[in-house]
C-alpha cells in the first residue's frame, strides 16, 4: 500500500515530535503493508513554516535512518496545504510541493468554519492543473451544510481524501457518518492514514 498523507517527519509541525516517534511510526506502516509514505506536514503561514526544500532534507534525513535501521519504508515529499493567499504562486514557483512532484496538491481547509469562495478557489488551482485533495472532509465541522458544494468540487475536478481512522471512530461520532457517505457515494479518490503519532 501507499500512504498518501501523514505527519512522519519530526519536529516540523504537530506531527511525530521526536525520531523515535518517527521511526515506531515507520515501524508500524511496515507491519501495515505500507510500503511508500508521503510525507506531508502543515504548511500554514504564521504556524507552520515549512516549504519544500525544508521538507525534501527532513525527509531525506528520516529516509537514511530508516535505511540504516533496514525498515523497509520509502518516503516521499508532500505537504497539507491550508488555503491561503499565495498558494498557487507557491505551487508554481516550487516552494509548496506537490505529491512526489505530481500535479496532486493536499489540500486542508479550516476544521471549525467553510472558507469564503473555498469552491472558486478549489476550481482556480484545478484550472492551473493542479488536482487538488481535499483532506478529510468527513471530520469538518461545517460538512453537514455543505456536503453538495463537496460533490460540485468533485465533478470540477477535486478529488476527497477520507481519514482510515474515521471510518472507525477515531474523531467521533459523526465522521464515520460522513466518511461512510463519502464511500458510499462513490465520493472518495483516497483514504489514508494522516498519521500524527
Not at 532534507?57 to 518516503?75: M, V
Request: aromatic letters at 8%.
Amino acid at each position: 500500500m501507499i500512504d498518501l498523507h501523514s505527519h512522519i517527519l519530526p519536529g516540523i509541525d504537530d506531527g511525530a515530535r521526536s525520531l523515535d516517534i518517527s521511526l515506531e511510526m515507520a515501524r508500524l506502516a511496515v507491519a501495515d503493508g505500507i510500503h511508500t509514505m508521503a510525507c506531508t506536514p502543515h504548511i500554514y503561514p504564521g504556524l507552520y513554516m515549512n516549504d519544500a526544500p525544508g521538507i525534501a532534507r527532513a525527509r531525506d534525513a528520516l529516509q537514511a535512518e530508516l535505511d540504516a535501521r533496514g525498515i523497509a519504508l520509502r518516503l516521499v515529499s508532500g505537504a497539507d496545504v491550508h488555503l491561503v493567499p499565495g498558494l498557487l504562486t507557491g505551487l508554481r514557483e516550487g516552494r509548496i510541493p506537490t505529491l512526489n512532484g505530481s500535479h496532486y496538491v493536499l489540500l486542508e481547509p479550516p476544521h471549525d468554519i467553510a472558507p469564503p469562495r473555498f469552491e472558486e478557489s478549489v476550481f482556480q488551482l484545478v484550472v492551473a492543473g493542479y488536482t487538488p485533495v481535499i483532506t478529510h472532509p468527513e471530520r469538518l465541522i461545517w460538512i453537514e451544510t455543505h456536503y453538495p458544494v463537496f460533490v460540485q468540487m468533485i465533478q470540477q475536478g477535486a478529488w476527497m481524501q477520507v481519514t482510515a481512522g474515521a471510518l472507525t471512530g477515531l474523531f467521533g461520532p459523526d465522521a464515520p457518518y460522513w466518511g461512510e457517505k463519502f464511500l458510499g457515494e462513490g465520493h472518495t479518490h483516497i483514504l489514508a492514514t494522516d498519521a500524527h503519532s
